[in-house]
């Protein structure tokens, strides 16, 4: 295919015009599909339901250790829960806590944590220090970037790399800034690029110089097991053991969620960190609660019953989600391949499909499918305070349509994503 830039002035106006028609059969279709989030789907779910029946009125309500999940007890979680987890993250039973249905409560709830109290015992509280910066990888997790938005944050942005963020530049920042406090990570099928870490990537995380003594790493391991391909699986290397070697175990918190393994709103979540530091996180927890939903942690255990029957669960979604990957990245390649207009990354594992279009097209694209009927993430929604410099990253999220669904809002954005390059091209203005 030839590229937009190499065709002639009336080649590209017959090309725009042939698109602007094409674009407006879209909007007489009235389409109204939703591709803003990371969702699961409905028969995601089903694969799960079995977990409402392990426990209930007429099973025990005992865990592995005797305990009463009915009662108080079990602070830090259920053994036969804590097992699972222990595998999943590669940890220790001392070194794992599990709490609510949320790890993004979690990681908000760490964040005030060090506001309030500092990083580790004698530390200067975050929010007595004048300033505060966290590092932020791009394209990242916009939640994590409105959590230290909310906390008063200024936020970096740190480049993506094939093996994870920029370390030349991460290395470079956190030894000469005081003020750099942390950074914000999701190592395995990163959110939105699907890249995994590289091993020399998570070496240097926990080696690393920094002039703050209070730096920690937020290791966000969300798609720790969310491969697509069981059999490509990306493996990742253990951040506590390698931040143990180093001689800081303290400089890591991990956390992850069964989110998009069970229940997205009943889930459970888990923080993961060295036995010195979860022994001070479980001090301050105790001024904030008695203990976590127990009764959802024994019918999470009892309905996997280990780590292999957590795995043999995430085939089943990989089943369900490679169709819906593959209709996006085939339409992406059939239409928009040899154009000079757009590049993805084909990810294997993880929710979504991070897309770059012409710079100062993202919001554009965005805008254009949304008068059509399909809405997409924000474009800029994956940069801290939702601003993408060359305006042109957009996450796509390919698990909640269905296939017949996607193969519309594909077929639209594939549309769109030349429109508004032809529309740059020519110089046409959007208002006309």
Known sequence: MQKFQELSQTELESLYHDLLGKYKNFQEKKLKLDMSRGKPAADQFEISMGILDEVNSKSSCLASDGMDCRNYGDFDGIPECKAIFCDMLEVDPEEIFIFGNSSLSIMYDAIGKMMLHGVRPGAKPWSRCEKRKFLCPVPGYDRHFSITECFGFEMIPIEMTPDGPDMDTVERLVASDPDIKGIWCVPKYSNPQGITYSDETVRRFAQMKTAADDFIIMWDNAYAIHDLYPDQKVPLLNILEECKKAGDPTRVMIFASTSKISFAGAGIGVFACAEEMMARMKKLLAFQTIGFDKLNMLRHARFFKNYEGLLKHMEKHAELLRPKFKTVLDAFHSQLDGKGIADWIEPLGGYFISLNVMDQCAKRVVQLCKEAGVILTAAGASFPLGKDP???????????????????????????????????????????
């Open 390 to 432: 060359r305006d042109r990253n957009i996450r796509i999220a390919p698990t909640y349509p269905t296939i017949e669904e996607l193969q519309q809002a594909v077929s639209l954005l594939c549309i769109v994503i030349q429109l508004a390059a032809a529309e740059k091209l020519l110089q046409i203005s959007p208002e006309k």
